[in-house]
């Protein structure tokens, strides 16, 4: 199906027309979403409109649940467009959506601004509660890599653990949980994870070993101690807890 296409049947005719005009020009900038209720903000001369087509067009979090989830972890949310389709697939579900860019979370606030259930968080996933600073500012809008300090100073941003969200949201379960964290994964699973591991329905992971040797290493010996099942789909790993 063609790009035009595809377009108008997500948005209807006159929203889809004029999205694509816009793909054409290069000039992006607000997108009308009426079918939404909503707009959202795409940047020019940037990897925001890979994201929109990694998310509605290429579908990558269209997975199949038998369960109706309540809490969403929407870890590495960039600009917000995962958070925008859970949204509208889960209207019932809280998603926390954690950004570590503060230039993208401000996008993030903005594009999710008219769903309700939906809490930008500006904080990185990690294995503890901590600060974490970028080390790649210039890699683009979507790689982001982090590392932790020891305190916190300019330009860090907080660290948060999935037992952190457990504790937080009073809650026994995790029902999704995304991690999109551009190595940050390779920490999130070397240690700390027993708490809430175990205790998360799905586990949606894209692995980054090329920007941070070991991240793979990492996810498997963490969850093979649990009764998982795996299957793939596009970048991601796909793991569903057998016991819940």
Same mark, same amino acid.
């Given at each position: 199906m063609s790009r035009l296409k595809k377009?108008?049947?997500?948005? !209807?005719? %006159?929203?889809?027309?004029?999205?694509? =005009?816009?793909?054409k020009s290069g000039k992006m900038g607000e997108i009308r979403a009426s079918k939404w209720n909503t707009s959202f903000r795409l940047r020019p001369k940037s990897t925001d409109f890979?994201?929109?087509?990694?998310?509605?067009?290429?579908?990558?979090?269209?997975?199949?649940?038998?369960?109706?989830?309540?809490?969403?972890?929407?870890?590495?949310?960039?600009? !917000?467009? %995962?958070?925008?389709?859970?949204?509208? =697939?889960?209207?019932?579900?809280?998603?926390?959506?954690?950004?570590?860019?503060?230039?993208n979370f401000e996008l993030l606030k903005y594009n999710t601004r008219d769903f309700k259930n939906v809490r930008p968080v500006c904080k990185g996933v990690w294995n503890e509660s901590g600060y974490l600073k970028i080390v790649n500012e210039g890699a683009g809008e979507n790689a982001f890599m982090v590392e932790r300090v020891d305190s916190p100073m300019a330009g860090t941003i907080p660290a948060i653990s999935l037992h952190d969200v457990l504790q937080e949201e009073n809650v026994e379960v995790l029902d999704i949980v995304k991690l999109d964290i551009e190595g940050a994964e390779k920490m999130v699973f070397a240690s700390n994870y027993e708490a809430w591991l175990p205790k998360t329905r799905l586990l949606i992971v894209e692995l980054h070993d090329r920007m941070q040797p070991g991240s793979s290493k990492s996810l498997f010996n963490a969850i093979t101690k649990y009764d998982f099942n795996c299957e793939t789909k596009w970048e991601n790993l796909i793991f569903y807890n057998r016991n819940l």
């Open positions: 377009m108008i049947r997500l948005f !209807g005719f %006159s929203d889809g027309l004029a999205f694509y =005009r816009k793909t890979d994201t929109y087509e990694h998310v509605f067009v290429l579908n990558q979090y269209d997975i199949a649940v038998n369960f109706e989830p309540k809490i969403i972890i929407d870890g590495g949310a960039n600009i !917000g467009m %995962s958070a925008i389709y859970y949204a509208l =697939r889960y209207p019932n579900a809280k998603i926390i959506s954690l950004e570590v860019s503060q230039e």
